[in-house]
């Protein structure tokens, strides 16, 4: 009794831990972006209304130097905890959606027998509406915490969309540095940099999450046609 109120409270804490270590990447997220788009929103506006001159463009510069720094600083401190948050996620909507498959399968299977079907969903009828919800929370959570963190690289770049249209009698050297600086650098959150979290990325967790299901699954049915050695 003691062992099971010990995991239920183990588990507990494990779930709260995770979806808070997801919320605060989420956080972080949202607040670097927004100092991106809010030097995007300054230089804008002063372009709008005023001629970009060497010396109003180095402090747009410096201030985006300052940034890419908070930036910098938070990937090194946050790596460990990125890294742990992406794989703990991947792993578990590949976990989830696996079982999901096999329950599809044997739904099919048993098609026929459509009054135990019945009798069997609306028994466990909690049970699957908690691993449905469960699973789409998961998956959306997973989805929007790697839109959050890519919308940094986004956003870093948005500043070139609006040098490239500075007229050429009113571009300076200090447009060029700029500009050079946001197309040679790497400007996104990482997971102690093994991969960066840009819009490439979701596509390729994407595919990698088919692929590892099709492998399962095909790897299941091959388990599953295999004769014992010793039947008689």
């Known amino acids: 009794m003691v062992a099971m109120i010990l995991s239920q409270f183990v588990s507990w804490f494990a779930t709260a831990a995770w979806n808070f270590l997801d919320l605060f990447i989420i956080v972080i997220s949202i607040g670097i972006t927004t100092r991106f788009e809010q030097l995007t929103s300054a230089l804008k506006d002063h372009l709008k209304n005023e001629i970009p001159t060497p010396k109003s463009m180095l402090k747009f510069r410096l201030d985006f130097i300052a940034i890419c720094e908070l930036l910098e600083y938070v990937d090194k401190h946050m790596g460990l905890i990125v890294f742990l948050s992406a794989a703990n996620n991947l792993y578990f909507v590949c976990s989830q959606l696996l079982h999901a498959f096999k329950l599809a399968k044997l739904k099919l299977i048993f098609t026929i027998k459509l009054i135990e079907i019945f009798f069997s969903v609306l028994r466990y009828f909690a049970d699957y509406l908690y691993y449905w919800f469960s699973l789409f929370y998961l998956i959306s959570r997973t989805v929007y915490l790697f839109l959050s963190a890519a919308a940094i690289s986004e956003s870093a770049r948005s500043p070139a969309h609006l040098l490239h249209n500075i007229p050429q009698h009113h571009w300076n050297l200090e447009c060029d540095r700029w500009l050079f600086q946001i197309n040679s650098s790497t400007i996104a959150l990482s997971a102690m940099g093994f991969f960066n979290f840009t819009r490439g990325l979701i596509l390729t967790m994407a595919g990698t999450?088919?692929?590892?299901?099709?492998?399962?699954?095909?790897?299941?049915?091959?388990?599953?046609?295999?004769?014992?050695l010793c039947s008689s």
């Open 209 to 228: 999450i088919v692929t590892f299901e099709l492998v399962m699954l095909q790897f299941g049915n091959t388990v599953e046609s295999l004769q014992p």
